[in-house]
Protein backbone atom coordinates (compact mmCIF):
# COMPACT_ATOMS: atom_id res chain seq x y z
CA UNK A 1 0.00 0.00 0.00
CA UNK A 2 1.49 2.95 -0.88
CA UNK A 3 1.73 5.87 1.64
CA UNK A 4 1.76 9.73 1.62
CA UNK A 5 4.90 11.45 3.19
CA UNK A 6 2.80 13.44 5.72
CA UNK A 7 1.29 10.13 6.84
CA UNK A 8 5.36 8.18 7.80
CA UNK A 9 6.51 8.54 11.46
CA UNK A 10 9.57 6.92 12.92
CA UNK A 11 9.69 3.62 13.22
CA UNK A 12 11.82 0.97 13.65
CA UNK A 13 10.63 -1.42 10.71
CA UNK A 14 11.19 -1.76 7.13
CA UNK A 15 7.32 -1.01 6.56
CA UNK A 16 6.82 2.17 4.53
CA UNK A 17 5.61 1.75 0.55
CA UNK A 18 5.88 5.26 -1.34
CA UNK A 19 6.70 7.14 -4.20
CA UNK A 20 8.95 10.74 -4.55
CA UNK A 21 10.16 12.87 -6.14
CA UNK A 22 14.19 14.17 -5.46
CA UNK A 23 14.17 17.99 -5.66
CA UNK A 24 18.11 18.26 -4.71
CA UNK A 25 20.90 16.25 -3.55
CA UNK A 26 23.98 17.30 -0.83
CA UNK A 27 27.06 17.21 -3.16
CA UNK A 28 30.41 15.72 -1.79
CA UNK A 29 33.33 16.53 -2.75
CA UNK A 30 35.37 13.86 -5.02
CA UNK A 31 36.89 12.15 -2.40
CA UNK A 32 33.71 11.75 -0.77
CA UNK A 33 31.97 10.71 -3.74
CA UNK A 34 34.51 8.09 -4.16
CA UNK A 35 33.89 6.89 -0.70
CA UNK A 36 30.40 6.91 -1.70
CA UNK A 37 30.66 3.33 -3.44
CA UNK A 38 32.50 2.00 -0.30
CA UNK A 39 29.63 2.21 1.57
CA UNK A 40 29.02 5.89 2.70
CA UNK A 41 26.21 8.05 2.27
CA UNK A 42 24.81 11.36 1.07
CA UNK A 43 21.64 12.82 1.57
CA UNK A 44 18.60 14.10 -0.52
CA UNK A 45 15.46 16.15 -0.37
CA UNK A 46 12.49 14.77 -1.30
CA UNK A 47 8.92 15.49 -1.97
CA UNK A 48 5.27 14.40 -2.69
CA UNK A 49 2.18 15.77 -3.16
CA UNK A 50 1.54 16.15 0.63
CA UNK A 51 5.48 16.89 2.03
CA UNK A 52 8.99 16.59 1.70
CA UNK A 53 11.55 14.82 3.13
CA UNK A 54 15.47 14.33 3.98
CA UNK A 55 16.24 10.90 1.74
CA UNK A 56 19.46 8.91 3.19
CA UNK A 57 21.29 7.09 -0.19
CA UNK A 58 24.53 4.97 0.10
CA UNK A 59 27.16 3.92 -1.92
CA UNK A 60 25.94 3.13 -5.72
CA UNK A 61 22.56 4.90 -4.81
CA UNK A 62 24.79 8.27 -4.07
CA UNK A 63 25.45 8.30 -8.21
CA UNK A 64 22.20 6.32 -9.12
CA UNK A 65 19.65 9.06 -8.19
CA UNK A 66 19.62 13.08 -9.20
CA UNK A 67 17.46 16.07 -8.56
CA UNK A 68 14.00 15.11 -11.17
CA UNK A 69 14.25 11.60 -10.99
CA UNK A 70 10.74 10.10 -9.43
CA UNK A 71 11.77 7.13 -7.09
CA UNK A 72 9.51 4.38 -5.67
CA UNK A 73 10.74 2.82 -1.86
CA UNK A 74 9.65 -0.14 -1.00
CA UNK A 75 10.05 -1.35 2.36
CA UNK A 76 11.50 1.95 3.60
CA UNK A 77 12.26 3.26 7.00
CA UNK A 78 12.09 6.46 8.63
CA UNK A 79 14.08 6.83 11.43
CA UNK A 80 16.86 8.99 13.26
CA UNK A 81 20.48 8.55 12.19
CA UNK A 82 23.28 9.72 14.51
CA UNK A 83 24.11 13.23 13.30
CA UNK A 84 21.89 13.63 10.77
CA UNK A 85 18.12 13.25 12.12
CA UNK A 86 15.64 11.92 10.61
CA UNK A 87 15.93 10.06 7.79
CA UNK A 88 13.60 8.27 4.94
CA UNK A 89 16.22 5.25 3.57
CA UNK A 90 15.72 1.99 2.05
CA UNK A 91 17.81 0.38 4.60
CA UNK A 92 19.40 -3.17 4.56
CA UNK A 93 15.78 -5.04 3.44
CA UNK A 94 13.74 -2.22 1.35
CA UNK A 95 14.57 -0.99 -2.50
CA UNK A 96 14.76 2.44 -4.34
CA UNK A 97 14.22 2.27 -7.98
CA UNK A 98 13.74 5.22 -10.89
CA UNK A 99 10.28 5.28 -12.34
CA UNK A 100 10.70 8.16 -13.95
CA UNK A 101 12.07 11.84 -14.53
CA UNK A 102 10.02 15.42 -14.29
CA UNK A 103 6.72 14.11 -14.02
CA UNK A 104 4.54 14.69 -10.48
CA UNK A 105 3.43 17.36 -8.52
CA UNK A 106 5.00 18.39 -4.84
CA UNK A 107 5.39 20.51 -2.16
CA UNK A 108 8.11 21.39 0.01
CA UNK A 109 6.17 21.56 3.34
CA UNK A 110 5.75 20.79 5.91
CA UNK A 111 9.02 18.81 5.80
CA UNK A 112 8.44 16.02 8.28
CA UNK A 113 12.25 15.75 8.57
CA UNK A 114 12.13 19.05 10.28
CA UNK A 115 9.38 17.99 12.98
CA UNK A 116 10.58 16.45 16.78
CA UNK A 117 8.91 13.32 17.73
CA UNK A 118 8.29 11.37 20.98
CA UNK A 119 6.93 8.33 22.28
CA UNK A 120 2.96 7.81 22.21
CA UNK A 121 2.43 8.09 26.06
CA UNK A 122 -0.36 5.29 25.20
CA UNK A 123 2.34 3.40 23.05
CA UNK A 124 5.93 3.85 23.69
CA UNK A 125 6.51 1.44 20.24
CA UNK A 126 4.56 4.82 18.39
CA UNK A 127 5.68 8.13 17.93
CA UNK A 128 3.68 11.34 17.54
CA UNK A 129 4.21 14.84 16.38
CA UNK A 130 5.61 16.84 19.77
CA UNK A 131 7.30 19.98 17.58
CA UNK A 132 7.65 21.74 14.55
CA UNK A 133 11.55 22.38 14.28
CA UNK A 134 11.38 24.30 10.65
CA UNK A 135 8.79 24.11 8.01
CA UNK A 136 11.20 24.18 5.30
CA UNK A 137 14.34 21.81 5.10
CA UNK A 138 17.04 23.24 6.73
CA UNK A 139 19.77 21.25 4.85
CA UNK A 140 18.19 22.28 1.54
CA UNK A 141 17.03 26.10 1.99
CA UNK A 142 14.61 27.22 -0.07
CA UNK A 143 15.93 29.70 -2.60
CA UNK A 144 15.35 33.12 -2.21
Known sequence: MHVFLKDIVPAAQN??????IILDKARSP??????????????????????A??????????????AGDIVKLTNGIFSYVRNSGLLLRAGKRGNME????????????PNVSEIQWSPDPENPKRYVKKDVVSAYSRIFPPLP
Open 15 to 20: NINTRF
Open 30 to 51: PAAAAAASSGKSCIALAADETA
Open 53 to 66: VHIQLWGEECEAFE
Open 98 to 109: KMGEFTVAFVET
